[in-house]
C-alpha cells in the first residue's frame, strides 16, 4: 500500500495544489475561527496571557537548485506556546518556469512540490519585534514532465535546514518576517540534479495573521 501511494505521488501529472494544501487552508479556517471566539470572550487584560497563540498566512521560499535561486510559494500555519516555542506546517509549490532538453529532441519542465516544518525558539522577544532560531525539515518532490507527452521522471528528496529568523509586528493581529539557513538534502539523482545541486544557502519572506500576545516592553 505504501509503495503504491508513493508511485502515485512521484508519476501523477496533477498540477492541482497538493491535498495538503487544501488540507491547510482548513486548518486556517478553524484557527482563525478559534481565535475569534477567544478574542470575543477575553478583554485584552487576559489576552497577553494566553499559553498558545495561532497563526496563518503566506509564504515564499527562496531555493538553491545547481547554483541558482528559484522562488517557491505557499502557505503555513503553526501554534506559539508561551511566547517562546512555535511549530508550524507547510505546503509550496515551486512558481519558476525551468525547462530542459533531457532526451533529444523532447523538451521537459522541472516540478516541485514541498511539504514540512519549522520548529523554532525565541531568544529575543520584544514590542515591535522577536528574534527566533530553529531547523526546517521537510521532503520535496521533484519531477521533470515532458512538455508534449506522456513521460515523467520523479524522485522524492528530504531536507534540513538550521535556521534563524526576525519577525516585525504590525500590531496584535498581524506579523511579517524573514528567516534563512543552510540547506542540506538527502541522496537523490534525477536527470542531472544530484544531491549536491539542492544544497546551499535559502530564505523565506512570509507574513502571519492570527492574535498574538500583546508585550510591553
Known amino acids: 500500500?505504501?509503495?503504491?501511494?508513493?508511485?502515485?505521488?512521484?508519476n501523477t501529472k496533477d498540477r492541482s495544489m497538493p491535498r495538503l494544501v487544501q488540507l491547510l487552508f482548513l486548518l486556517i479556517a478553524f484557527h482563525f475561527a478559534v481565535a475569534g471566539s477567544?478574542?470575543?470572550q477575553e478583554d485584552s487584560v487576559n489576552i497577553k496571557n494566553r499559553r498558545l497563540e495561532f497563526f496563518a498566512g503566506p509564504m515564499i521560499d527562496?531555493?538553491?537548485?545547481?547554483?541558482?535561486?528559484?522562488?517557491?510559494?505557499?502557505?503555513?500555519?503553526?501554534v506559539i506556546y508561551k511566547n517562546t516555542f512555535s511549530v508550524s506546517i507547510y505546503a509550496n509549490t515551486l512558481t519558476w518556469n525551468v525547462k530542459k532538453r533531457l532526451i533529444?529532441?523532447?523538451?521537459?519542465?522541472?516540478?516541485?512540490?514541498?511539504?514540512?516544518?519549522?520548529?523554532?525558539?525565541?531568544?529575543?522577544?520584544?514590542?515591535?519585534?522577536?528574534?527566533?532560531?530553529?531547523?526546517?525539515?521537510?521532503?520535496?518532490?521533484?519531477?521533470?514532465?515532458?512538455?508534449?507527452?506522456?513521460?515523467?521522471?520523479?524522485?522524492l528528496m528530504w531536507f534540513i535546514r538550521p535556521q534563524a529568523g526576525i519577525d516585525y509586528k504590525l500590531n496584535r493581529y498581524v506579523r511579517i518576517g524573514a528567516m534563512g539557513g543552510y540547506s542540506f538534502s538527502g541522496d537523490m539523482d534525477l536527470f542531472g540534479l544530484s544531491q549536491g545541486d539542492m544544497d546551499g544557502?535559502?530564505?523565506?519572506?512570509?507574513?502571519?495573521?492570527g492574535l498574538f500576545n500583546h508585550i510591553k516592553k
Open 1 to 10: 500500500m505504501q509503495n503504491k501511494w508513493l508511485n502515485y505521488w512521484l
Open 201 to 209: 544557502f535559502s530564505a523565506s519572506l512570509y507574513l502571519k495573521a
Open 104 to 155: 533529444f529532441p523532447n523538451m521537459y519542465t522541472l516540478r516541485q512540490e514541498q511539504v514540512g516544518t519549522d520548529l523554532g525558539y525565541s531568544i529575543i522577544d520584544r514590542k515591535r519585534f522577536c528574534v527566533h532560531t530553529g531547523f526546517r525539515a521537510g521532503v520535496s518532490r521533484l519531477r521533470w514532465e515532458q512538455d508534449e507527452g506522456p513521460d515523467t521522471y520523479a524522485t
Open 62 to 78: 527562496f531555493n538553491p537548485i545547481q547554483g541558482n535561486f528559484f522562488s517557491n510559494a505557499g502557505i503555513a500555519t503553526g
Open 38 to 40: 477567544a478574542h470575543a
